[in-house]
């Protein structure tokens, strides 16, 4: 099993759909977690970082469930210029201090 | 505004060849990492470094040796260059907090490689 995993995709939505991401990890010891985005031959940059108590940021919502282990990306009211590769990243303790990135899950938003 | 470079975008060797991959920050980085990424495996971590003169391997070091002289720099070599070594790699920094990799990360522009 994977230590971190992602529906690779791709999603194909019309513009102002709502699409939501899930990202699984296998740690229970992981600290902490964050979603990064990836442009096509670009890249990652990061997009937000995950809290326990979830977070938002414009159309963007992060949540984690830790007794799930997954975090969740919604997207509401879906832009062209949303459409790329999203990269769930997770930081936790695995023999050392350790950062995991996800394969990444591809956005399609077409008019 | 935060900068990491790469020595090139494209770059084509021949199997054998010793090849250096260049990494530069602008922000005082203490922690700099190289990873390779290839569709359907994301991101895969192959050295890092949290201080000059100093490196720790990561999931995939094989093949692969690195050099940090100055905190500003990091590089990659690929000792003897081979055809599964063809990949998008890229350059990372980030600063350091409590504990390493918390930060953000900031890439660079990447390297694809394409060893023939």
């Known amino acids: 099993r994977k230590e971190v995993e992602q529906d690779p995709g791709p999603f194909n939505v019309p513009e102002g759909a709502t699409v939501a991401f899930n990202c699984t990890y296998s740690n229970s010891a992981s600290q902490s977690f964050f979603w990064y985005r990836q442009d096509c031959r670009k890249e990652p940059k990061l997009l937000m970082s995950?809290?326990?108590s979830g977070n938002e940021d414009g159309r963007f919502t992060a949540q984690l469930n830790r007794a799930s282990q997954y975090i969740s990306l919604l997207i509401r009211d879906s832009k062209l210029s949303d459409s790329a590769t999203y990269l769930c990243?997770?930081?936790?303790?695995?023999?050392?201090?350790?950062?995991?990135f996800g394969a990444g899950t591809r956005l399609f938003v077409k008019a | 505004d935060v900068k990491v470079t790469q020595s090139s975008r494209y770059l084509v060797k021949r199997t054998g060849e010793k090849v250096f991959l260049e990494c530069v920050q602008d922000?005082?980085?203490?922690?700099m990492f190289w990873y390779r990424q290839d569709p359907g495996l994301g991101l895969r971590l192959i050295y890092f470094?949290?201080?000059?003169?100093?490196?720790e391997k990561g999931d995939i070091p094989e093949g692969y040796s690195v050099s940090r002289e100055k905190k500003e720099r990091f590089s990659l070599i690929l000792e003897s260059a081979s055809t599964n070594q063809t990949s998008m790699y890229l350059c990372?920094?980030?600063?350091?907090?409590?504990?390493?990799?918390?930060?953000?990360?900031?890439f660079g522009p990447g390297t694809r490689l394409t060893v023939l």
């Open positions: 995950v809290y326990s």
């Open positions: 922000m005082d980085h203490e922690n």
């Open positions: 990243v997770v930081n936790g303790l695995t023999g050392g201090f350790k950062t995991i």
């Open positions: 470094s949290y201080d000059v003169k100093m490196k």
């Open positions: 990372a920094s980030s600063s350091s907090g409590t504990s390493p990799s918390t930060d953000t990360q900031y």
